[in-house]
């Protein structure tokens, strides 16, 4: 076989292992992920809590552990470990968002039993004070 393929074959092969590797990290249970704010619009300055919840889905048996992730869009806010709260895996991080529109998500990366998953976008709007 020639040298050249060998190597693209052995490349893709690696390629190919590194993917299915870090998928098989994560469980093959389905989870769900929500996001609640203690307010939708606050005054600049004004801190926030943001609260994520990790649930298996009905059916599912188990409970997801791990942290989850808070989102302004694509920017990262911080991470929160999850612990059981009135029987629900919740994490909570508290932010000051600057004046404008913040579409915020939470993301859980899974566990060895749970998938990933994220939370529907909901706004934060952050006016400026009076």
């Known amino acids: 076989?020639?040298?050249?393929?060998?190597t693209y074959a052995l490349a893709l092969i690696l390629a190919?292992?590194?993917?299915?590797?870090?998928?098989?990290?994560?469980?093959?249970r389905p989870s769900?992920?929500?996001f609640a704010a203690s307010a939708k619009h606050v005054t600049a300055g004004s801190n926030v809590m943001l609260h994520g919840?990790?649930?298996?889905?009905?059916?599912?048996?188990?409970t997801p552990t791990g942290s989850i992730e808070f989102f302004d869009g694509d920017t990262s806010l911080g991470t929160a470990d999850?612990?059981?709260?009135?029987?629900?895996m919740r994490g909570a991080l508290t932010v000051s968002l600057p004046v404008g529109g913040h579409p915020i998500t939470v993301r859980y990366s899974g566990?060895?039993?749970?998938?990933?998953?994220?939370s529907v976008p909901e706004m934060v709007i952050v006016s400026a004070g009076q």
Do not use: H, K, W
């Open 1 to 6: 076989m020639n040298r050249n393929v060998t």
């Open 53 to 62: 919840t990790v649930s298996a889905l009905p059916g599912e048996e188990g």
């Open 111 to 118: 566990d060895a039993t749970f998938r990933a998953s994220v």
């Open 82 to 88: 999850l612990s059981s709260t009135e029987g629900q």
């Open 16 to 28: 190919i292992s590194f993917f299915t590797g870090i998928a098989a990290q994560q469980g093959t």
């Open 32 to 34: 769900r992920t929500q």
